[in-house]
């Protein structure tokens, strides 16, 4: 399975923000559309950056409630690794267990295409353990 195939499923619409932005907005925006991340982008097509809810978290332990207010760049992750549309599902869950990322952007071309999240990749592996099972449980019981 390609990443793409996970894409044509969930879409490729990817939230983002500005790195100028104020950390308290981007708070709102990842509650508003329930993400776990946002794409740190100046023109919505480049990834800048990634802030994620351990960023914040990291972010509130070292600045506290001041947080709020300062610019997104300064708490997002900076090398956030990528992912292109051809990739496999195992080289991105590979990917992702290495860098410690559960949010990987998919880039083609230089420009942003989509996002995996741990959680794409869990439901599609669930779903293909349980079309596998399926299968062995139909083929058991027409030899029986």
Avoid: F, Q, W
């Avoid at 997104?72 to 496999?88: I, Q």
């Amino acid at each position: 399975m390609k990443v793409n195939d996970i894409l044509l499923n969930k879409g490729g619409a990817v939230e983002t923000i500005r790195p100028d932005a104020k950390v308290l907005i981007a708070v709102h925006r990842m509650r508003m559309h329930n993400v776990g991340a946002l794409v740190v982008s100046r023109d919505g097509e480049r990834v800048d950056g990634l802030l994620s809810e351990r960023d914040i978290v990291r972010g509130l332990t070292s600045h506290g409630a001041g947080l709020l207010d300062m610019s997104v760049v300064a708490v997002m992750s900076r090398a956030v690794p990528t992912c292109a549309p051809e990739d496999s599902l195992t080289s991105v869950m590979a990917k992702m267990t290495r860098t410690r990322n559960r949010h990987i952007p998919v880039v083609e071309g230089g420009r942003l295409c989509g996002i995996m999240s741990l959680g794409d990749v869990v439901k599609c592996r669930l779903e293909d353990m349980e079309l596998e099972t399926n299968v062995l449980r139909d083929a058991y019981l027409s030899h029986r």
